[in-house]
């Protein structure tokens, strides 16, 4: 072990914390909800240039990392280990974290159209799902492309979609498309249009006839057995 290089990048990421400003940012993000730079900037009370540099600094010693999402960029806490080590310091400390609240209309929180795939509470939901019934993995540790595992191509097959016609798509298969009121991912990509093609032939939802709205129906309520926000599906 170097031990003088691990002693030089501790003392890095224990400056890049101790700075006020990061470490309002840190914090901010511990709630698990990614924020742009803007968002941030005015959390910590500091200008979009000087955010901008805080945000650098993080990045540099894998404090954050960021999501870029058409023109935007969007921040969140690298993993679970820089999560735990802020919890550590804010229990020395005595202090608390406040959540995140949203300020999308509630209807369209739920559940909405995010251009041809499905994206709110229920969307995110569903990635999280998906993630734990071990379906759903990350193509690689450092980008944002997913893949199925062999159990969620047998999983989706059985009910009812076609994951070699979606494979076979001239675009992305699936990737961590963020949402943008609850600020974690859901899927996009072929995949996530698959999905919603199935939601909605399978009558588990139902799309407003005008704007993105969608409606969670008794049926899907039952098929996709919500279980704590997270749903349970089964093949019909």
Avoid at 9 to 30: F, K
């Amino acid at each position: 072990m170097d031990v003088e290089h691990l002693d030089g990048q501790i003392s890095g990421i224990a400056a890049s914390i101790g700075e006020p400003a990061r470490a309002r940012m840190l914090y901010c993000l511990l709630d698990g909800h990614a924020r742009t730079s803007t968002e941030l900037g005015i959390i910590a009370e500091v200008s979009a240039s000087t955010a901008s540099v805080h945000l650098a600094r993080l990045k540099e010693y894998q404090l954050v990392k960021v999501y870029a999402q058409g023109k935007h960029r969007y921040y969140s806490l690298k993993d679970v280990q820089v999560a735990q080590a802020l919890e550590a310091l804010s229990v020395v400390a005595g202090g608390s974290t406040s959540g995140f609240v949203p300020n999308t209309p509630s209807r369209l929180r739920s559940a909405r159209t995010c251009y041809d795939h499905m994206a709110g509470e229920l969307a995110v939901a569903f990635h999280d799902r998906m993630q734990e019934l071990g379906w759903l993995q990350r193509a690689a540790p450092s980008d944002n492309l997913y893949e199925l595992t062999r159990a969620g191509a047998e999983g989706l097959g059985r009910l009812g979609v076609d994951v070699e016609a979606v494979r076979s798509m001239r675009r992305r298969f699936a990737f961590a498309c963020l949402d943008w009121s609850e600020r974690r991912p859901h899927i996009g990509g072929a995949l996530g249009a698959a999905l919603l093609k199935l939601a909605l032939s399978r009558k588990w939802m139902t799309q407003d006839v005008e704007g993105r709205g969608l409606r969670l129906t008794d049926i899907g309520k039952r098929e996709m057995r919500l279980a704590h926000a997270a749903p349970r599906v089964r093949a019909g």
